[in-house]
């Protein structure tokens, strides 16, 4: 009990460092909030539990926490985006720019399922010189029912302009490709050790 204060005073340390500091992750990883919604094997009666203690039921089975796992246990950094802050991201020197935070690369996980306007958004990003590496594949369809042929017709044109991007890179090997556009990773956390850049 004597050394509990010790405790609290070196907590209270790095709270203070790690609020007087800013994030400095170099990867975005797109959360794929489609594919989740749309699968049925992970829920519980048609509720979507995305509870943050048990992502082994709900994150981990999905290509996103498969890569999310990979990406952290090889050092790399990285912060999610949704689609609602993809639709705010600018772009600053070919890496995008999210309320003040820039990031070198945005990683889209395999997925089935993505908005017409991501993809429209994507495009726009990649066009102006932003790196972006779609891990085994790009997304396969839209999303929802609503004028759906046409929207579908758009989504796959706006896939065909990407592909012929040269800064637009479908892989096999995501650690490799990141590594390719200098993206660095911490080595320490191959020793087992945890960090936040």
């Not at 050394?3 to 609020?19: A, D, G, P, S, V």
């Given at each position: 009990?004597?050394?509990?204060?010790?405790?609290?005073?070196?907590?209270?340390?790095?709270?203070?460092?790690?609020?007087?500091?800013?994030p400095?992750?170099?990867v975005?990883?797109?959360?794929?909030?489609?594919?989740?919604?749309?699968?049925?094997?992970y829920?519980?009666?048609?509720?979507?539990?995305?509870?943050?203690?048990?992502?082994?039921?709900?994150?981990?089975?999905?290509?996103?926490?498969?890569?999310?796992?990979?990406?952290?246990?090889?050092?790399?950094?990285?912060?999610?985006?949704s689609?609602?802050?993809?639709?705010?991201?600018?772009?600053?020197?070919?890496?995008i720019?999210?309320?003040?935070?820039?990031y070198?690369?945005l990683?889209?996980?395999?997925?089935?399922?993505?908005?017409?306007?991501?993809?429209?958004?994507?495009?726009?990003?990649?066009?102006?010189?932003?790196?972006?590496?779609?891990?085994?594949?790009?997304p396969?369809?839209?999303?929802?029912?609503?004028?759906?042929?046409?929207?579908?017709?758009?989504?796959?044109?706006?896939?065909?302009?990407?592909?012929?991007?040269?800064?637009?890179?479908?892989?096999?090997?995501?650690?490799e490709?990141?590594?390719?556009?200098?993206?660095?990773?911490?080595?320490?956390?191959?020793q087992?050790?945890?960090f936040?850049?």
């Open positions: 009990h004597k050394e509990f204060h010790l405790l609290n005073e070196y907590i209270t340390n790095c709270q203070r460092i790690l609020h007087r500091s800013t400095d992750n170099d975005l990883v797109y959360f794929p909030i489609h594919d989740i919604w749309a699968d049925t094997l829920t519980a009666d048609g509720i979507h539990m995305l509870n943050v203690h048990r992502p082994d039921k709900w994150l981990f089975p999905f290509p996103l926490g498969k890569i999310a796992t990979e990406l952290k246990e090889d050092g790399f950094t990285f912060d999610y985006v689609d609602a802050f993809l639709e705010k991201a600018n772009v600053k020197n070919q890496m720019s999210i309320s003040n935070h820039t070198k690369t990683v889209v996980p395999e997925c089935s399922y993505m908005p017409g306007a991501t993809i429209k958004q994507l495009l726009k990003l990649a066009q102006k010189g932003v790196t972006i590496i779609f891990d085994k594949g790009l396969k369809s839209t999303t929802g029912y609503s004028g759906y042929q046409q929207a579908s017709q758009a989504f796959e044109k706006d896939k065909q302009q990407l592909i012929r991007l040269q800064n637009c890179i479908i892989t096999d090997n995501l650690k490709e990141l590594k390719k556009n200098k993206i660095q990773n911490e080595t320490i956390a191959g087992g050790l945890s936040i850049r």
